[in-house]
C-alpha cells in the first residue's frame, strides 16, 4: 500500500517537471536535437555517442551547430551555468574545454565575439592575453572545471566540447506551451484520477476487507422438507392438537 502511495507522488511529480520543461522550453529550436534554456538563451551540448567526449577543431565546432552561433558568454551567471551544467552531459570525464564564439579582429586587435560584439563580460585567464599565437590563428576557448578563457590555436587544437547557442523566440515561447500544456494537463488529470481509483480501492480493501469476507461468510441454504416429511410432521401436530 504505501509503495502504491509513493508512486501516486512520483506521478504527481513527473507531471509537474514535464510542464515545467515544456514550459520552459517552448522557445528553443524545434530541429531534434536537445535545448537547454536558460535566461533568454537556448544552449545545445554538443557530445558523441554514449556521452563518449570527442574532438573537434574551430571549424568543425561552427558545422556542428548548423547554422547556430557558437558559445558566446555575455555574463558571469552564463558563464557560471556552462560550468555548473557542463558535468550533467559529459559525465565521468576529465575537465572538458569548449570553444567559444570568437575571433581576432584585426582593426580592434582585440578578441571579438563572432555574433554579439555587444558582449563586454570576460574571464580570461591571467596572462592569456599575451599569446605569442599568429593574430589570425588567436582562438578562444573555455575551461568547464574553472569558468577560464583562454587564447588558443584556431587550427592546431582540438578542443573538447562544443556549445551551440541560440537566441530564444519569445512569441513562440507564448504560443506554444498554451496548447501543449491544455492538452497535457488534460491527460494528467486522467491519468492521476486513474490512478487515485487504484489506490482508494485498494486502500479499502486492506482496511476492510476482513468485513467484507465477514458479510460474505458461507451460510448453508434453506432446506425444505420432502413432501413426504412434509406431511409427516403435518400428521404429528394434528394428532397432538387436543
Known amino acids: 500500500m504505501e509503495?502504491?502511495?509513493?508512486?501516486h507522488r512520483s506521478l504527481l511529480w513527473c507531471v509537474f517537471v514535464l510542464c515545467v520543461q515544456l514550459a520552459l522550453t517552448g522557445g528553443c529550436p524545434a530541429d531534434g536535437r536537445t535545448w537547454v534554456p536558460f535566461k533568454d538563451r537556448c544552449y545545445h551540448f554538443v557530445h558523441g555517442d554514449e556521452d563518449k567526449i570527442k574532438s573537434y577543431s574551430f571549424e568543425d565546432a561552427k558545422t556542428h551547430c548548423k547554422g547556430f552561433e557558437l558559445l558566446t558568454i555575455q555574463s558571469e551567471e552564463e558563464n557560471k551555468f556552462v560550468i555548473d551544467y557542463s558535468p550533467e552531459v559529459w559525465k565521468n570525464s576529465p575537465p572538458v574545454i569548449?570553444?567559444?564564439?570568437?575571433?581576432?579582429?584585426?582593426?580592434?586587435?582585440?578578441?571579438t565575439w563572432l555574433h554579439d560584439n555587444a558582449a563586454t563580460f570576460s574571464?580570461?585567464?591571467?596572462?592569456?592575453?599575451?599569446?605569442?599565437?599568429?593574430?589570425?590563428d588567436k582562438c578562444a576557448a573555455l575551461h568547464t572545471?574553472?569558468?577560464?578563457?583562454?587564447?588558443?590555436?584556431?587550427?592546431?587544437?582540438l578542443e573538447n566540447g562544443v556549445i551551440c547557442e541560440a537566441a530564444q523566440d519569445k512569441e513562440k515561447a507564448k504560443r506554444k506551451p498554451s496548447a501543449v500544456l491544455s492538452a497535457l494537463v488534460i491527460l494528467s488529470v486522467v491519468a492521476i484520477v486513474g490512478v487515485s481509483a487504484v489506490v482508494w480501492f485498494l486502500h479499502q480493501k486492506h482496511n476492510f476487507g476482513s468485513g467484507i469476507v465477514t458479510a460474505f461468510e458461507y451460510h448453508p441454504?434453506?432446506?425444505?422438507?420432502?413432501?413426504?416429511?412434509?406431511?409427516?410432521v403435518e400428521a404429528e401436530e394434528t394428532d397432538s392438537t387436543p
Open 123 to 136: 574571464n580570461w585567464e591571467d596572462g592569456s592575453l599575451t599569446s605569442d599565437l599568429a593574430p589570425m
Open 221 to 232: 441454504p434453506f432446506r425444505v422438507p420432502d413432501t413426504d416429511q412434509s406431511c409427516l
Open 145 to 157: 572545471n574553472t569558468g577560464k578563457w583562454e587564447i588558443v590555436s584556431c587550427s592546431d587544437d
Open 98 to 111: 569548449v570553444w567559444l564564439g570568437m575571433y581576432y579582429d584585426s582593426n580592434t586587435q582585440n578578441m
Open 3 to 7: 509503495s502504491l502511495k509513493k508512486s
